[in-house]
C-alpha cells in the first residue's frame, strides 16, 4: 500500500519561502509511470493544481505558480519537495501530496498540511 | 474561477441516483479520455473513485460510475448511501502536461 505524508512548517511569514517535503512508502518511487503531484486547497474553496515531478526529473508547474515554484526529488530517502517563493496570504491552504498516473489522475494523497501565512 | 464547471451543490435521498455534472471545453474534457473524480469527506484527503472518464480503482463500489458527452463528464452515484454525502470535485488533463480541477460539488443525502 502506497503512503504518502506531507511534513513541514506551519506558519510562513509573508514574503518568505513556504518548503514542504512528501516521503513516499509502500512503492515504488522510481516507477516511470507515476507523477509524484502537489495540490492544494484554500480554505472553504476547491483544489488546485501545482505541480508534479517525474522519476525522470521533468517537472510541470501551474503558469499561474511557475515563477515562484520549485519541485525536485530525492530518490535516496524516496521523498519529493516543494518550494514556493514570496508568499502572501493568499497561499494559505492545506496542501496535499499525492501520486499521479492514468492520465492525471491521483491515486494516493497524503493527509494534507495546512500551511498559514502570517506574520 | 475554476477551470472546469461543476453546480455547488446536489441531493437525493437515500437508494435515489444523483448525477453530477463537469463542464470543460474541447481542449480540456472534450479533448481527452482522462477525467477523474474525487471524493472528499470533511477534514479529509480526497479519494480518487473514477478515472480515464469512467473506470473504477480496486475498491470504490460499483454504485458509482462515470461517462462523458461532448465537453460535459458526469458522475453517477446509484443506491445512494449516507457515507457519499461528501464533496466532490472532477478534473481533467487539458494538453501540455496542465491538469485542471473542477470547483467541487457538495453532495447532501436527504
Known amino acids: 500500500q502506497v503512503q504518502l505524508q506531507e511534513s513541514g512548517p506551519g506558519l510562513v511569514k509573508p514574503s518568505q519561502t513556504l518548503s514542504l517535503t512528501c516521503a513516499v512508502s509502500?512503492?515504488?518511487?522510481?516507477?516511470?509511470?507515476?507523477?509524484w503531484t502537489w495540490i492544494r486547497q484554500h480554505p472553504v474553496k476547491g483544489l488546485e493544481w501545482i505541480g508534479y515531478?517525474?522519476?525522470?526529473?521533468?517537472?510541470y508547474y501551474s503558469p499561474t505558480l511557475k515563477s515562484r515554484l520549485t519541485i525536485s526529488l530525492d530518490t535516496s530517502r524516496n521523498q519529493f519537495s516543494l518550494k514556493l517563493t514570496s508568499v502572501t496570504a493568499a497561499d494559505t491552504a492545506v496542501y496535499y501530496c499525492?501520486?499521479?498516473?492514468?492520465?492525471?489522475?491521483?491515486?494516493?494523497w497524503g493527509q494534507g498540511t495546512l500551511v498559514t501565512v502570517s506574520s | 474561477q475554476s477551470a472546469l464547471t461543476q453546480p455547488p451543490s446536489a441531493s437525493g435521498s437515500p437508494g435515489q441516483s444523483v448525477t453530477i455534472s463537469c463542464t470543460g471545453t474541447?481542449?480540456?474534457?472534450?479533448?481527452?479520455?482522462?477525467v477523474s473524480w474525487y471524493q472528499q469527506h470533511p477534514g479529509k484527503a480526497p479519494k480518487l473513485m473514477i478515472y480515464?472518464?469512467?473506470k473504477r480503482p480496486s475498491g470504490v463500489p460499483d454504485r458509482f460510475s462515470g461517462s462523458k458527452s461532448g465537453n460535459t463528464a458526469s458522475l453517477t452515484v446509484s443506491g445512494l448511501q449516507a457515507e457519499d454525502e461528501a464533496d466532490y470535485y472532477c478534473?481533467?488533463?487539458?494538453?501540455?502536461?496542465?491538469?485542471?480541477f473542477g470547483g467541487g460539488t457538495n453532495l447532501t443525502v436527504l
Open positions: 499525492a501520486r499521479g498516473c492514468c492520465g492525471g489522475a491521483l491515486d494516493y
Open positions: 509502500g512503492g515504488s518511487f522510481s516507477s516511470g509511470s507515476h507523477y
Open positions: 515531478i517525474h522519476y525522470s526529473g521533468s517537472t
Open positions: 474541447s481542449s480540456d474534457v472534450g479533448g481527452y479520455n482522462y
Open positions: 480515464e472518464v469512467s
Open positions: 478534473n481533467s488533463y487539458a494538453g501540455s502536461n496542465n491538469v485542471v
